[in-house]
């Protein structure tokens, strides 16, 4: 199931194709979140992946209600635990808990990137070796806030408007 209308933008499939391809390595048991889940279909495709728990978050209920009848439809239940609260409140929430992997696709035009990296490093929700993916179509002011975080962009890739741009936080003791 996916979501109409216009206040979502679903990661095109060939986008997930090659994201999924390039991070194939790194998926196998991991702990996934994603915080702008949308309909949950890139969360959904770690779990069929091996990934080991898979947090969702989006506020919008419509979107969760999509989620959960994508997350019955798929049977991945077990492996799938889905938040229906802004992304700020999530990560307070589950303060201290680490992530293996984490996917931010926010919507476009907003510092959401920006403001899920300095609450997912003020409250202890990755390390050094978290794999960060942030899906964007503003590369260069993405970029520019990543910059101020100190990240580190370790790889990149376009596909016509869209860029994933794949970070490590280089400051984390």
């Known amino acids: 199931y996916t979501l109409d209308g216009i206040e979502t933008r679903p990661t095109l499939d060939r986008v997930k194709e090659s994201l999924f391809n390039i991070i194939k390595d790194e998926i196998d048991e991991s702990s996934v979140l994603d915080l702008f889940s949308g309909s949950g279909a890139v969360g959904l495709e770690f779990a069929s992946r091996g990934a080991k728990k898979v947090f969702l978050c989006d506020k919008s209920k419509k979107a969760c209600t999509i989620i959960e009848r994508n997350v019955e439809k798929t049977h991945l239940q077990n492996n799938i635990y889905i938040y229906n609260m802004d992304f700020i409140s999530l990560i307070e929430n589950i303060k201290g808990k680490v992530f293996d992997i984490v996917f931010l696709d926010p919507p476009y035009k907003t510092d959401f990137i920006e403001q899920a990296l300095v609450k997912l490093i003020e409250c202890g929700c990755i390390e050094k070796k978290t794999l960060i993916i942030a899906e964007t179509d503003e590369e260069e002011r993405i970029k520019n806030e990543i910059a101020k975080l100190e990240f580190e962009i370790t790889a990149q890739k376009k596909y016509g408007r ?10 984390i003791r």
């Open 162 to 171: 869209v860029h994933l741009i794949f970070l490590a936080e280089n400051k």
